[in-house]
């Protein structure tokens, strides 16, 4: 928010916020307690794992916002999930992380998931990756990912 020169005192922005927290510990508290990631065998864990983490929060936003499950917004979902799957099942497969240590690996991490998931997404959708405000956005997301990450490891 603030790295796209937004103001944190943005009602809408904040109210998005706290619904995404609520899907996100929707998912921590009942979701990931019912739904095991191995359940298509332990090489889809991941994808199984971000999928319904990320499905989760994005259906109670929905829910919580009154907005309607309209097709749009399946079509943004699915591109959305397509994105960490493709992460998840070929890039992590083909870039290792593992020789990183801490914060670095985080970020790497982190880069890599996003970066994907974000491109991935936007080439689904029928978009170009190479759009420079894709990219600014894109870049935005992840940089206020990474801060929230390092934030929450200092809480």
Do not use: C
Not at 63 to 69: A, E, I, M
Not at 89 to 117: E, H, P
């Amino acid at each position: 928010q603030v790295l796209a020169g937004k103001s944190l005192m943005d009602k809408a922005w904040q109210t998005e916020a706290i619904h995404s927290l609520i899907g996100f510990a929707t998912y921590d508290l009942f979701v990931a307690q019912i739904i095991d990631p191995k359940l298509l065998g332990t090489e889809f864990a991941g994808a199984v794992q971000d999928v319904t983490k990320f499905t989760t929060m994005l259906v109670v936003v929905r829910l919580l916002s009154g907005k309607p499950f309209d097709g749009k917004w399946m079509m943004s979902t699915g591109a959305m999930m397509a994105g960490f799957i493709a992460y998840n099942l070929v890039v992590k497969k083909m870039i290792s992380t593992g020789q990183l240590k801490g914060d670095m690996k985080q970020i790497a991490d982190d880069w890599l998931q996003w970066g994907t998931m974000l491109i991935v997404s936007k080439l689904v959708s029928g978009g170009n990756p190479m759009d420079q405000k894709f990219l600014n956005t894109g870049v935005n997301q992840i940089l206020g990912l990474n801060v929230g990450s390092k934030l929450d490891d200092m809480l």
